[in-house]
């Protein structure tokens, strides 16, 4: 028994991710996620189209952010829509992004730790 398990220690922290194995299918949709999330390039389209004022961003806006072509934008913002990161809606001969709220608050739910006490734990 690790001082974690003895009744009145001190807290512990505890998330989804560590706190049950992950069923086989989440393992899978999680890889790709994390995957996606992989490239600096993306990780940084994905924050400017989330923090993005209205919460929507044009690739026109966002390729002034780069000094990446105009194709390698398009198939990064193409790996976050294939991993659901993102939706892209097209008005006349742009697109517009969104974050989807619901993939981030899950990733954010699995990896954000919560402090559990012992009698929290304790049968």
């Not at 994905?46 to 209205?54: G, K, N, R, V």
């Not at 194709?71 to 008005?91: D, F, M, N, Y």
């Not at 989807?100 to 990733?107: F, G, N, S, T, Y």
Request: aromatic share 4%.
């Amino acid at each position: 028994m690790s001082n974690h398990d003895v009744p009145g220690s001190a807290p512990r922290c505890w998330s989804r991710l560590v706190g049950e194995p992950l069923p086989v299918e989440h393992a899978a949709e999680l890889a790709q996620t994390f995957k996606a999330l992989g490239d600096p390039a993306r990780l940084r389209l994905l924050s400017l189209i989330a923090s993005h004022t209205d919460g929507e961003a044009c690739v026109c806006d966002l390729s002034e952010e780069f000094e990446l072509s105009g194709p390698t934008i398009s198939h990064h913002l193409r790996i976050l829509r294939e991993a659901g990161l993102v939706t892209g809606e097209r008005r006349g001969t742009w697109i517009h992004y969104r974050a989807v709220p619901a993939r981030l608050e899950r990733l954010s739910d699995l990896l954000t730790p919560t402090l559990i006490t012992a009698e929290a734990v304790a049968p």
